[in-house]
């Protein structure tokens, strides 16, 4: 059975030669048809040109990517060396490695703090108020302490 199947994926090969608009849509796309047209016309205002106008889209739209794609690494890569690409991977490797580790230490203490929290119930009620709030509240209550005259027993 094996050699049934290569022999006949060497002989037919209905993608050659042919562009997208003219290849015979998939057994998936007709069973979407069926469904969408209905099997009596009038069950659907619905009809075929209406789904080769969407498949068409379809292929319009993956063709725009792609062309977008190709034309990225063709700037990225036309008229350079292996040598000046390295040298660019390099420098971008070495440009953002401090940005990614502290990151990555930011990420972890969050996550930790996260733990604490969870593990003595220290989660925020829902009307807290904005982050800045609790902030503006927590600065004035600084500036009200250093404002405050220091007791003699502190002073040195």
């Not at 904005?130 to 027993?153: F, G, H, K, W, Y």
């Amino acid at each position: 059975m094996p050699s049934y199947a290569l022999r006949s994926a060497q002989r037919f090969r209905p993608a050659q030669g042919m562009s997208c608009h003219d290849a015979a849509p998939s057994a998936l796309e007709l069973r979407f048809v069926e469904r969408s047209l209905g099997k009596h016309s009038g069950e659907t205002d619905m009809s075929m040109i209406d789904v080769q106008k969407a498949l068409l889209l379809i292929d319009a739209k993956k063709y725009a990517e792609s062309m977008a794609e190709a034309s990225f690494f063709e700037r990225l890569l036309v008229k350079r060396s292996k040598n000046q690409l390295e040298d660019d991977a390099d420098f971008g490797i070495a440009a953002y490695t401090h940005d990614f580790t502290a990151y990555t230490v930011a990420d972890e203490q969050l996550e930790q703090l996260q733990d604490v929290a969870h593990e003595r119930d220290l989660s925020l009620p829902s009307d807290d108020p904005t982050p800045e709030v609790r902030l503006n509240a927590c600065l004035e209550t600084i500036l009200a302490d250093m404002n405050r005259p220091m007791s003699p027993q502190l002073a040195v």
